[in-house]
């Protein structure tokens, strides 16, 4: 019986001829069948992954070189491109689509081994923080099923949680990726925007995008990071900043960049009312703790915490309204079979029929807040406080290494209980967003276990590009909450 | 209609012109005109989802051309922007567009009509991707969508309502399509849509300072149709309000059949276009390098040209024009004149018989296959009386076109058209001449001075075209006279 531990173990096992990728790979498929009820899934690419693993097993044993990421397995939240696989972005209206091409974070991990498994489930064109917008129904957290595993990314957390695939691709908008880490006990990375291509990458809000990794481990995720990074021809926002061996350099004494020492976080956050008291106590004691090892922790005035998710909603709208527009079933994806009176008719019908709620509740908002006359109250004025954010955030990493906070204010809750009140859905975004709005890395830790027994984290935020330390300080956070 | 004097036109153009580069705007499609539907359709053109635009510099570096052609300010900071709309030939639900911030502005071109010279005012030259094609009528029940042109990268030059007639738009139009075409920016070519342009056409009193309610009119594929199009317009909105009636704000559309214009949509359609920063693309920034290296690699400019024939060359100002009719004919020209100060003959060559040939054949001036040095060496020949105009143009130069590995003066000898001046041989012949015809010699001595001519020609056809008629001339004259 395979038991995954970390990337670094499994592929030695593969080296001593403890196992093979092939038997990996039946493994996973009998985990993923038998969790079947969890709907992490939209699809698993069962024979093709297969075939795929005796390729690499013979590659393997004829002496090939292996790829950083060989017989890795890994999963692909359904707004990711695969070349000749359906993707759709858990929405009825692209019903049938097959995508013609690779993102450009595929074309690396199948370049350096990777195995795909499957598309995972989400919410609809990643809008959503708990999986419950999906046109393919809930998705189910495998520590409670009765609760939700956190979204838009929830199959993929969902499917590392509960061991059906090594590594899963997500995207974190607004916190998609580290929340939905946070729900299921998981490793959950945001990369910096433009760290990684989001060639390929379904747009929800263009500016804020950024393809991000659910692992068991942070050195997992530094792998993987270290394969899907840099920069692009095909996304000019991608950046050409180089790419650093995460990996190799996470534990090592060579690293001379200086240890983070300098942790802030915002207080404003700490006093927020909907913060869950058990989750304040356990993040509280962890800065106790961070100080007891030494750190110098300290608050940073954050005044602006309040505009945050407003700003958030606003341009993110705004964009997706326009990133949706292509959706309109003239060219591929879901088409009316009601007749239209005219062209508008046409769209009305196609786009009606093929978005879900929560989608349509986006783009209105989007069209809305860029229509004149109500533009310069709204997009304008949340540009600015992107704008002032910026500028904030410069001047806090000047006096901080990291800024800490818990991901989300609450733990897991039960599916259906907050669907009556999408504000107070959007308001639990309040940790996650900053990280979006300002461009910076940011990971959630599973360092936590709620009184409720559900998991949780904290979220560790560094600079632009700093994914090294984020990734250094982060494991050393790990460390320090299992003693 | 005398009351037409009481009114002045105003008109403003705007000219969508397709850029020359190789890929579209934002992916690496082929831009080639007249391939198959839908074959230059990338995910990117087609708009896939995940998929993002790259903008290609080529066209950045075009419209900086065009820009810096028409004295505008270069914009260094840009940005494109989003118009959101929907419609089947737009793949993406929205078109990228610097509408918004043009990366040029102001400037002008310059147009030389029967009233003289002046500047037409642009207001901006923008970039912004072009749109697919919808056709309608080669399927009774479906519009047919071809996306090749889609994503295809055009300039949008909008002119101040800077124009007062249709032979002023006339002008512009034929001034910037040359302009756009000297430059390798745009191929210009009206009929296959490379270059488009609507006019934006009001009507008021003289001294009237506000404009009146303005038409678009749209679908002027040629420039004689811009011209009929205003020329209608503006007798329509004049005969309008003389009978009492309002203008109304609307899109027209040109019939070429009868030089007309019908309305396509009364006023403009509520159109909220939710225009916003393209967060696909970073803003990017001119470098003076980038900017100065575009200017550096520009042709000389028509303008400049003109200038240069006109006043140091002292060429008429209409052979200037004619020369700087196409840039392949000043490229000639100025090889020409490396090798020849007498410009005025150089003009004339080309203008005349080089021209006439090219026409003819309906070549490009640059492929004219006799060299430039050559045609300076005939005109050479002809400046050293070795040989006459008529002659070279029309024996030595077809020899030329058919054999250029020889030198002129060494076809002319062999194909025996060196005239001669040596006036034994010419004396011989005017000689003869005057023996065959004494009738006309007696007239010619009574008076009828005008008969030299008709000597001459005897003289020439005797000489088979070899004599020199300057000294046949003088010849004649003394001995008639004797």
């Known amino acids: ?136 129904g809930n998705v189910l957290n495998a520590a409670d099923n009765k609760r939700v595993p956190g979204g838009s990314s929830g199959g993929s957390a969902v499917a590392v949680q509960a061991g059906m695939c090594m590594i899963s691709l997500g995207s974190d908008t607004g916190g998609s ?171 009305k019908h196609n786009r009606s029929e093929g978005f879900g709620k929560e989608v349509k509740r986006r783009i209105m908002l989007g069209t809305f807040v860029l229509s004149a006359g109500y533009f310069d109250a709204y997009f304008t004025k949340a540009q600015q406080v992107r704008n002032i954010l910026l500028k904030q955030t410069s001047a806090i990493f000047s006096r901080f290494d990291a800024i800490i906070s818990p991901t989300v204010p609450t733990p897991a809750f039960e599916l259906g209980s907050m669907n009556n009140d999408p504000i107070e859905m959007f308001l639990a975004d309040i940790y996650t967003v900053f990280a979006n709005l300002v461009g910076i890395p940011g990971i959630s830790l599973p360092l936590f276990t709620h009184p409720n027994g559900m998991p949780f984290g904290v979220q560790v935020m560094t600079s632009h590009f700093s994914e090294l330390a984020l990734l250094r300080i982060s494991e050393v956070f790990l460390q320090i909450s299992e003693k | ?140 029940n479906n519009t047919c969508v071809d996306y090749n042109r889609a994503g295809v990268a055009l300039v949008e030059i909008v002119t101040e309502p800077d124009l007062s007639s249709a032979d002023e738009a006339y002008h512009y139009v034929t001034e910037l399509r040359k302009l756009v075409r000297w430059l390798g920016v745009c191929d210009g070519n ?127 100002e209409y052979d200037a024009a004619q020369l700087c009719l196409e840039k392949e004919t000043t490229d000639y020209f100025n090889e020409v004149v490396k090798f020849t100060t007498n410009y005025k003959a150089a003009s004339n060559w080309i203008n005349g018989p080089v021209r006439q040939y090219v026409n003819e054949h309906k070549i490009a001036m640059d492929s004219f296959a006799v060299k430039p040095q050559q045609l300076a060496e005939v005109m050479q020949l002809i400046d050293e009386g070795k040989i006459n105009f008529s002659v070279a143009s029309s024996k030595l130069l077809p020899a030329l076109l058919a054999d250029g590995s020889k030198a002129p003066i060494q076809l002319a000898t062999e194909l025996n058209l060196i005239q001669v001046s040596d006036s034994n041989e010419i004396e011989n012949w005017v000689a003869e001449v005057i023996a065959k015809m004494p009738e006309k010699v007696a007239e010619y001595k009574k008076g009828k001075k005008g008969l030299i001519g008709l000597f001459v020609g005897e003289v020439k056809k005797a000489s088979k075209g070899k004599a020199d008629p300057k000294v046949v001339t003088t010849l004649l004259e003394q001995k008639l006279s004797g």
């Open chain 2, 190 to 316: 009206m009929e296959e849509g490379s270059l488009r342009c609507d006019a934006n056409v009001s009507v008021r009193l003289k001294g009237e300072t506000k404009l009146g309610t303005k038409v678009e009119v749209k679908n002027l594929n040629s420039i004689r149709n811009v011209k009929k199009a205003i020329e209608f317009e503006i007798d329509r909105m004049i005969n309008v309000i003389e009978q009492g009636g309002t203008i109304t704000q609307q899109t027209r559309s040109f019939d070429a059949s009868n030089d007309t214009t019908f309305a396509i949509r009364d006023k403009e359609e509520a159109n909220d276009y939710r225009y916003f920063p393209e967060p696909d693309l970073p803003p990017f920034r001119l470098t003076e390098t980038f900017i100065n290296d575009i200017k550096d690699a520009m042709p000389a400019l028509p303008e400049e040209l003109y200038t240069l024939y006109h006043q140091q060359y002292g060429l008429s």
């Open chain 1, 1 to 136: 019986m395979f038991s995954f531990s970390s990337i670094e173990d499994y592929v030695s096992a593969l080296q001593n001829g403890e196992t093979t990728c092939e038997d990996v790979v039946s493994h996973y498929l009998s985990v993923i069948d038998s969790n079947k009820h969890l709907n992490a899934f939209l699809e698993v690419f069962a024979d093709e992954a297969a075939a795929r693993a005796r390729q690499l097993d013979q590659d393997r044993n004829n002496g090939k070189p292996l790829g950083k990421l060989h017989g890795v397995v890994v999963g692909l939240k359904d707004v990711i491109a695969y070349k000749g696989h359906k993707l759709s972005a858990s929405s009825k209206i692209l019903e049938g689509f097959t995508s013609i091409y690779n993102a450009t974070a595929v074309d690396r991990l199948l370049q350096e081994g990777a195995i795909i498994i499957g598309r995972q489930n989400c919410d609809e064109f990643a809008m959503g923080s708990s999986n419950e917008n999906s046109a393919y």
């Open chain 2, 1 to 140: 209609m005398s009351y037409h004097d009481k009114y002045e036109a105003v008109i403003g153009l705007e000219v969508h012109a397709q850029l020359m580069t190789q890929s579209k705007l934002f992916s690496g499609d082929s831009t080639a005109f007249g391939a198959e539907p839908n074959t230059h359709v990338s995910p990117i053109t087609l708009g896939h989802p995940g998929t993002l635009p790259k903008t290609n510099k080529e066209a950045v570096e075009l419209a900086i051309r065009i820009g810096l052609a028409c004295n505008c300010h270069i914009e260094r900071y840009n940005y494109f922007a989003r118009k959101n709309y929907f419609y089947p030939d737009l793949p993406k639900g929205y078109q990228v567009s610097q509408h918004t911030t043009p990366i040029c502005k102001g400037g002008h071109v310059t147009i030389r009509t029967a009233s003289g010279v002046r500047n037409v005012q642009l207001n901006r030259i923008h970039m912004e991707e072009d749109a697919g094609k919808s056709i309608h009528d080669i399927d009774d």
């Open chain 1, 177 to 347: 990726v580290r929340q939905p880490a946070d729900f299921c006990g998981i490793v959950g990375l945001k990369p910096t925007y433009g760290r990684v291509s989001r060639y390929g990458l379904i747009a929800y809000a263009s500016s804020f995008d950024q393809i991000g990794i659910f692992a068991k481990s942070v050195a997992d995720a530094a792998l993987t990071l270290e394969v899907i990074a840099g920069e692009d021809d095909f996304d000019s926002t991608a950046s050409k900043e180089p790419v650093v061996p995460y990996s190799s350099l996470l534990n090592s004494s060579n690293y001379n960049g200086a240890a983070p020492k300098k942790i802030g976080y915002f207080k404003e956050a700490l006093e927020h009312p909907g913060l869950d008291p058990a989750i304040s106590q356990s993040f509280n004691q962890f800065l106790k703790t961070l100080t007891a090892q030494g750190y110098i922790v300290e608050p940073i005035d954050f005044e602006l915490l309040e505009y945050i998710v407003p700003a958030y909603y606003i341009l993110t709208t705004a964009e997706a309204s326009s990133n949706l527009s292509r959706f309109d079933g003239v060219k591929y994806g879901h088409r009316s079979a009601v007749p239209s009176e005219d062209l508008a008719d046409f769209y």
